[in-house]
């Protein structure tokens, strides 16, 4: 069966500290990654999909960047973190449907 | 514009009530439409999905939902809540890439 990892759980970075969070799908080839935001009370904001190793989306401008460097591995970075970064930040995988990993929480100070 | 409007951010029902939650879409395709749950600091959790055949589709945890496409809704329902199904659930529209979520309707049980 397919499972999907994030980590770290939990993370509290400092303005203008980097950021990499990642994320791994297992018992699959060649899915769909996504990258969501979601901001306290607000839905799901798509910030990157990829369809491919080396294939990255923007959906929206930011101080974000995302990298694929293989085929089950999906990486969201920052080179200096805003406030406006905080938010609950979720990886999903899709071949059909998506499924969501367990999320990571980010708050920047 | 397409886009996922949940008119009711919160909603609360008595445990053993029926429940229907509300989803309307617009979308220039043919959708793909789906129902998520995410419990506090959770993930999402896929309850169902349409993609073609009949309206009226099953999803787990006793959850069922209707495409309505003369009214561009897909309203989740469920004949009796339980209290494990207090969460925040979430419409999505689109295809086999990318969705469009709606913001979201908190449910709250009551004993």
């Known amino acids: 069966s397919q499972t999907i990892h994030q980590w770290p759980a939990t993370l509290v970075q400092p303005v203008g500290s980097p950021l990499s969070l990642e994320c791994t799908v297992e018992?699959?080839?060649?899915?769909?990654l996504y990258w969501y935001r979601q901001a306290a009370g607000r839905g799901l904001q798509l910030l990157f999909y990829?369809?491919?190793?080396?294939?990255i989306s923007s959906e929206v401008p930011q101080n974000l960047s995302a990298s694929r460097p293989q085929d089950r591995q999906f990486i969201l970075s920052s080179k200096k973190l805003l406030l406006s970064d905080s938010g609950f930040y979720l990886c999903?995988?899709?071949?059909?449907?998506?499924?969501f990993g367990p999320g990571t929480r980010l708050t920047v100070t | 514009a397409q886009s996922v409007t949940q008119p009711d951010i919160h909603i609360t029902v008595s445990e053993g009530a029926s429940l229907e939650l509300r989803c309307n879409y617009s979308?220039?395709?043919?959708?793909?439409l789906f129902w998520y749950v995410q419990s506090p600091g959770q993930g999402l959790q896929l309850l169902l999905k349409?993609?073609?055949?009949?309206?009226l589709v099953q999803g787990i945890k006793g959850f069922e939902a209707e495409f309505k496409r003369s009214q561009s809704s897909f309203n989740l329902r469920k004949p009796s809540v339980h209290w494990s199904d207090a969460a925040e659930y979430f419409c999505?529209?689109?295809?086999?890439?990318?969705?469009?979520f709606g913001q979201g309707t908190t449910l709250q049980v009551k004993p």
């Open positions: 018992g699959t080839s060649n899915p769909n």
């Open positions: 999505a529209v689109g295809n086999t890439g990318k969705l469009i």
């Open positions: 990829s369809v491919g190793i080396g294939q």
């Open positions: 349409y993609f073609s055949g009949d309206t």
């Open positions: 979308y220039g395709a043919t959708p793909y």
């Open positions: 999903a995988w899709s071949v059909s449907e998506q499924y």
